[in-house]
């Protein structure tokens, strides 16, 4: 495998049991997920659509696009957490068909099979984002929307996304994210440009420690969202 980091897949490997626990290291993407589906939603309107969610984890976002009615296919790479994503997508009830392919191989076998293609907070963890957003590009229809979302690299988000949340308010592991691989807006916008997508939409998300709510607004200095459009 090309674009893959081991040591990425290996951190979420280990905390794999804890998906769907409400309280753990996961909890900011419970507490993220009915923003993003929502604007995924307002988007691309999913109901009756095909859905591909790469990186998709324990299924957090891909089990509640299912529940909006699309068919929903999720990949990754971490095996645990498709065992994880698999079993709970069992016992809710709900169908959505989970694979471990590589992105870039799923666009080499399909090739603009998906209306819709969803990537949220995966490409700071892979050592060549472009190649993703690329393969995503790939995947879906002509016309079809394309949303990734990931954390802006400035002074505040390595603040807030590292030193807040995972050395001071201890919300996450030490040594989730990695600064480097953060994108700016104008970073992805371009990868997507590159890759044949127009930019449609770029929102922010942010955290209020006060009120611990997040909301969906203007501010994209830590974490935000973009939705595309395939141009051909
Ligand atoms: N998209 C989900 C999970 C985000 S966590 C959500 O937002 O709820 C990042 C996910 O990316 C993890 O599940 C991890 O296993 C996956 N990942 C990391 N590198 C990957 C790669 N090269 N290909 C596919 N998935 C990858």
């Known amino acids: 495998m090309s674009n893959v980091d081991e040591h990425e897949l290996d951190k979420f490997s280990q905390i794999a049991h804890k998906w769907w626990d409400l309280e753990s290291e996961f909890k900011p993407l419970h507490e993220i997920n009915p923003l993003r589906l929502a604007f995924i939603d307002q ?71 998906f209306d819709v293609v969803t990537c949220m907070e995966m490409l700071e963890h892979v050592p060549d984002p472009q190649s993703v957003v690329r393969a995503c590009a790939q995947l879906v229809r002509p016309g079809g929307w394309v949303f990734f979302s990931t954390l802006n690299r400035n002074a505040k988000a390595y ?30 916008s371009r990868m997507a440009r590159n890759a044949g997508l127009g930019i449609e939409t770029l929102a922010g998300m942010s ?16 974490n935000y969202l973009i939705a595309c459009r395939r141009l051909d």
């Open 159 to 188: 603040l807030l996304a590292v030193v807040g949340a995972e050395y001071v308010l201890n919300m996450l592991p030490k040594g989730t994210h990695e600064y480097a691989r953060f994108l700016k807006p104008s970073e992805l």
């Open 207 to 222: 955290y209020n420690p006060l009120t611990r709510v997040y909301t969906l607004g203007d501010d994209t200095s830590v």
């Open 43 to 113: 988007h691309a309107a999913i109901a009756g659509k095909t859905v591909l969610d790469v990186g998709c984890g324990g299924g957090i976002l891909a089990e509640s696009m299912a529940h909006k009615n699309a068919t929903v296919t999720g990949i990754d790479l971490a095996k645990k957490s498709l065992k994880i994503a698999q079993l709970h997508a069992l016992e809710t009830g709900v169908t959505v068909n989970y694979r471990c392919v590589e992105v870039e191989t799923l666009a080499a076998e399909a090739p603009a099979s």
